[in-house]
């Protein structure tokens, strides 16, 4: 993170002298944002950079206990350099949250510089091979230059100089997040790619008696933990993959000045980070107690990928922060459209009256689909909207009315992002169904994620009378048909997503099916199976029971 | 397990011999049953032991790569017996598992023994300090002795003999089950008492402008996070108290041959399990992820919390499979109530006709609360026996039409747990409740528990017209009150477990609250910290960087 910090907030100049250093890794750098008691509450951070104009340097400073640095990554140990977000303070006035390059390690001896206390943060789940640091200073001094001046300035005479639109860097955010989103719909394909193909090796129980044990996979119940979630990840991976073709697509606009789409794609991303993280993070671990007590073990691979995808969660903004700012700009959406105000493409349907009934049938259209999905957003952000005003009338400041209302805030973001995901599914669907095999199983996957949301969401749909009673007995029905009509391409579904063995490191996932030959070979190769009897045996266990024994003749 | 299972499967004289050698620590053993080709499903374990009247001996055999025994705890390095399910073969005829003491390492040397494969099967999502082994068997010969012969025997001349009723086995089963869902209670509420105190002391972002940060505490969207799961946690206890006093009060019933009450007890106990160790594992998650960016660090305590907990989703009975045990022991009681018998205890409710329209209103009366849930339940399990009628009407097979009804089986028994629970929860606050102010707050808990339940399952609830669309709102509006009433107790309600410090190992719940200056503190401990440079600097980076230079001057 410190050499993409660096470019988007330097100033022309000083990515000159910068970038070259990093080049000949002369510098190694972090990007330090985090401290102990702050994290996405970015103007909430108390390191202090306060310039001194008799010296023409800023005094970098870690004022109290909560202003510690925690969590950059390779700050602990490796790294010589940080972008160091602080309070800028010039002529005794604070300017906010500005970014410095400050060196904290020596580049000839690599200790630390006086005034700069550095190091690892302790064990973590999972990152453990992360060099995650802390770091503290006292007046440790940088030249004036060091201040990353794209957008702002501090002169040598020590006045504040505003400059460019940091509207720019919201740019960069949905860049990130939408990989975010494409990173989670991965770490949900592997897991799934272990699980069902693993379901497809194991067998157990009886389903018929003296007949052979079936696959694990032709059991309903595993199906209905499985196919879902695999639904999820391509849902989730096609909504990654539109929001980069939208950014890049508009790219060029914010470049020029013009941000009219940023607000929206911007809002969208934050909840879509969410949305996918959550469900990645549940799904991983359901696809993990899937595969029974082998799913425990690191042969499975499961718990690694646990851990690796978890943080995204947490980190570049945790997620039901994330969650109330696409409710934030979805109030401020619907407050214009309430003016009779054209809202701009993926929030356009709040515009629109829609059905009264939900429409779907027994085809289960995409077209009703997304029409139901559309009234169950519309409904519920228009119902937060009212609950936000009910508490202003009854006398509540506008920030405290917020977070009465934020519970509902949340879930009618989460039902705008699903409408989102759900409709830009229906819409890749057209664009990479070309052939009339895949366009009908990707139509059933897309279906799948659709009733699987409408049956965790039931009372949504329900409400008003909506959907009728029949109609959400039908969705039963439909799931059920769904799971079937999926199984024999489930196996051809993960194979699709074509992760190597290498990649996937699990003996229960491997492409050709050979899981419990490889298990045993994969156990004996643990370093505890190197002697027949552990070193533990002679040195604890054996003194001991020999002991024991004598004490009791 | 080894000496439970041992006494548990024994003969008086059997027990004579071995409890001794066991005490004096001249055998150690385990319990192995799970192998790696079976879990759950015990009948279809590979394990044979096979009755040679010849010697008198058992011989013992692995005669499949998938009936190697895997998993027991201390069985790779540490013990040097075991009681070994296995299927008995006598006289060509197979009778099925029972249990045998087999020895597997040398007592003087730890060697393993001629014809034993053993070793450590590598490491796992948690239980790193675990010795869990696998192990393989090629013609072990054992004494008929060696055979567990409380419900059956071998005779010398090889004939098999059915003695006692296994059932007794079943009671067995409760009681550990009701010790999991305890546990299962108890770790819930370890990491809620983490996640609530430090969000007591966690201050982030502002409510309204200019003031202090508030305590993450105050946010709804965290209440909401944590207090149901507050709720959980007191309702599982209660659960687990509850299903181990009604075993002890039947206790001598089922000695004394009385199985009456036992099916309902037994089919409650695995649904029980299921629930419970469903919602803490879950649970434990929101827990920490509701820790921010700090929830990752060992020093929060809760990775630790969720890796020890998670594996009871699997051992003594893999989730799903048990609540399908509870679904047919439903099944069957739904048939009785059709054909008017009069069902007992947890499933008398079946006999109502219950309330056509919910009675839920402003006051939350616990009652009506019950009702609700009852009529819930009562109709999930009635349709799953229409769809598995249905199903079989159709020409399916009962176990096909099972299959096909599994997902709906699931779902009622699910709503049967759900509605023990809540029940339960309600008597206990009679039984608990003396003091005014404690009823009033476990009231509070309760109601939470049972409002978030409709919300999350509002489809059951509306279908039919049972709730109206009005009711459902006001559940909204009720969980949020419920929230903001809960709020000043939270701690309080965490403080109740009286889990110490040394117990929760967390940084973040300290009892004190002092989670900053420890966190850095505990930091500070790390071993990397040992050194302000590190050894890899010098092995690695340094020579790494002076000849990256060189090679670019």
Same mark, same amino acid.
């Given at each position: ?7 988007? *907030?330097?100033? /022309? ?18 990007? +330090? ?24 340097? %800023? ?25 160091? =977000? ?21 580049? /000839? ?32 001094r940088i030249p004036r230059d060091n201040m990353l001046m794209r957008y702002s300035e501090v002169t040598k005479d020590g006045r504040y100089i505003r400059k460019a639109n940091e509207k720019l860097t919201y740019g960069t955010m949905v860049f990130v997040r939408s990989a975010i989103v494409s990173t989670a719909a991965k770490n949900l394909g592997e897991a799934c790619t ?12 009886? $389903? ?6 079936? *696959? ?18 391509? +849902?989730?991976? %096609?909504?990654?993959?539109? $929001? ?11 470049? +020029?000045?013009?941000?009219?789409? =940023? ?26 107690? &899937? ?25 570049e903004g945790e997620n039901t922060v994330m969650m109330l700012q696409t409710a934030r700009y979805l109030m401020k959406a619907c407050g214009q459209a309430a003016q009779g105000n054209e809202l701009p493409g993926f929030v356009a349907y709040l515009n629109q009256k829609g059905v009264d009934r939900c429409m779907i049938g027994d085809d289960l259209s995409l077209v009703s689909l997304v029409s139901a999905y559309q009234h169950r957003a519309r409904r519920l952000i228009g119902k937060a909207a009212l609950q936000m005003k009910a508490h202003m009338e009854r006398g509540q400041p *506008? ?6 209302? &934020?519970?509902?805030? @949340? ?35 897309? *279906? ?17 009378? %909506? ?7 039908? $969705? ?20 699709? %997503? ?5 990649? =996937?490191?699990? @003996? ?39 002991? $024991? ?5």
């Amino acid at each position: 993170m410190f050499i993409p910090m660096l470019m988007a *907030q330097c100033s /022309e100049k000083q990515g000159e002298k910068w970038l070259p250093l990093c080049e000949n890794l002369i510098v190694i750098g972090t990007y +330090a944002q985090t401290e102990l008691g702050h994290g996405t509450f970015v103007r909430g951070l108390e390191t202090t950079a306060t310039y001194d104009p008799q010296t023409e340097q %800023f005094i970098i400073n870690s004022p109290t206990l909560t202003s510690t640095k925690w969590w950059p990554g390779n700050l602990g140990k490796t790294t010589n350099h940080a972008v160091v =977000l602080a309070q800028l303070y010039t002529g005794g006035k604070c300017h906010g949250i500005h970014a410095f390059i400050v060196q904290h390690r020596d580049m /000839e001896t690599h200790q630390p510089l006086p005034g700069v206390e550095v190091g690892d943060i302790g064990p973590k789940f999972g990152y453990e091979a992360v060099d995650n640091g802390f770091l503290r200073y006292h007046n440790v001094r940088i030249p004036r230059d060091n201040m990353l001046m794209r957008y702002s300035e501090v002169t040598k005479d020590g006045r504040y100089i505003r400059k460019a639109n940091e509207k720019l860097t919201y740019g960069t955010m949905v860049f990130v997040r939408s990989a975010i989103v494409s990173t989670a719909a991965k770490n949900l394909g592997e897991a799934c790619t272990i699980a069902i193909r693993y379901s497809a090796v194991r067998r157990q129980s009886e $389903m018929k008696p003296g007949e052979p044990e079936p *696959q694990v996979l032709d059991y309903q119940t595993q199906q209905h933990k499985l196919f879902p979630l695999l639904a999820t990840s391509y +849902a989730y991976w %096609f909504a990654g993959r539109s $929001m980069r073709e939208t950014y890049l697509d508009i790219q060029g606009q914010i470049m +020029a000045g013009d941000f009219k789409r =940023l607000p929206e794609l911007h809002a969208l991303s934050a909840g879509l980070k969410a949305m996918s993280t959550w469900a990645t993070n549940e799904g991983i671990e359901t696809c993990r107690l &899937s595969c029974g007590g082998h799913g425990y073990s690191h042969a499975s691979g499961l718990p690694k990928i646990y851990v690796d995808a978890t943080p995204a969660c947490t980190y570049e903004g945790e997620n039901t922060v994330m969650m109330l700012q696409t409710a934030r700009y979805l109030m401020k959406a619907c407050g214009q459209a309430a003016q009779g105000n054209e809202l701009p493409g993926f929030v356009a349907y709040l515009n629109q009256k829609g059905v009264d009934r939900c429409m779907i049938g027994d085809d289960l259209s995409l077209v009703s689909l997304v029409s139901a999905y559309q009234h169950r957003a519309r409904r519920l952000i228009g119902k937060a909207a009212l609950q936000m005003k009910a508490h202003m009338e009854r006398g509540q400041p *506008q920030e405290v009315a917020w977070n009465l209302a &934020s519970v509902q805030l @949340v879930h009618c973001a989460k039902a705008h992002v699903q409408c989102y995901v759900l409709k830009n599914f229906v819409d890749s669907i057209e664009q990479y169904g070309h052939h009339e095999d895949v366009a009908r199983v990707l139509t059933q996957l897309c *279906q799948l994620f659709a009733v699987d949301g409408i049956l965790n969401n039931a009372g949504d749909f329900l409400q008003g009378g %909506f959907m009728s009673y029949d109609q959400l007995d039908n $969705m039963t029905a439909k799931l059920l048909d769904l799971l079937a009509a999926i199984r024999p391409n489930a196996v051809a579904l993960v194979d699709a %997503f074509d992760f190597s063995d290498h990649l =996937l490191q699990s @003996v229960l996932g491997r492409y050709d099916g050979n899981v419990y030959e490889n298990m045993l070979e994969w156990a004996k190769s643990s370093p505890l199976n190197d002697t027949q009897v552990h070193d533990s045996y002679y040195q604890y266990m054996q003194p001991f029971l020999k002991e $024991m024994h004598k004490s009791k003749l």
